[in-house]
């Protein structure tokens, strides 16, 4: 038997669909999923649902993030490698600008990776 959603009244004055844009804020922000959820619960919103939505946003947060890291950590190895093969033979490309940004990147994704509650 499913369970009735919550008018807007009944969560604070927010619809459940305000509320998942708030959670998903939040939780880039770095708040903990638990604090967003039992927020959400504190308003009116069934405690599974509440919970559930948190742990999905936090599951697409850190996936996102995974793969930041992923191509930008991939980037900075190539781009190092063909600099590096660059300075050995005396001549060809170097990637000066393939390297910071990939270093950028693979710095930002760790520490988005470590703020995800």
């Given at each position: 038997?499913?369970?009735?959603?919550?008018?807007?009244?009944?969560l604070?004055?927010?619809?459940?669909?305000?509320?998942?844009?708030?959670?998903?804020?939040?939780?880039?922000?770095g708040?903990?999923?638990?604090?967003?959820?039992?927020?959400m619960?504190?308003?009116?919103?069934?405690?599974?649902?509440?919970?559930?939505?948190?742990?999905k946003?936090?599951?697409?947060?850190?996936?996102?993030?995974?793969?930041v890291?992923?191509?930008?950590?991939?980037?900075?190895?190539?781009?190092?490698?063909v600099?590096?093969?660059?300075?050995?033979?005396?001549?060809?490309l170097?990637?000066?600008?393939?390297v910071?940004?990939?270093?950028?990147?693979t710095?930002?994704?760790?520490?988005?990776?470590?703020?995800?509650?």
């Amino acid at each position: 038997m499913s369970t009735p959603t919550p008018t807007p009244d009944a969560l604070g004055g927010r619809s459940p669909r305000q509320w998942e844009a708030y959670a998903h804020t939040a939780i880039k922000r770095g708040v903990a999923s638990s604090e967003v959820a039992n927020e959400m619960v504190a308003a009116g919103m069934p405690t599974h649902e509440a919970f559930a939505i948190a742990q999905k946003l936090l599951s697409q947060e850190r996936k996102h993030a995974g793969l930041v890291l992923a191509v930008c950590g991939l980037w900075f190895l190539v781009a190092t490698g063909v600099t590096i093969s660059a300075f050995g033979t005396g001549g060809g490309l170097i990637w000066y600008g393939g390297v910071i940004c990939g270093l950028v990147g693979t710095i930002y994704g760790i520490t988005k990776l470590t703020r995800l509650k």
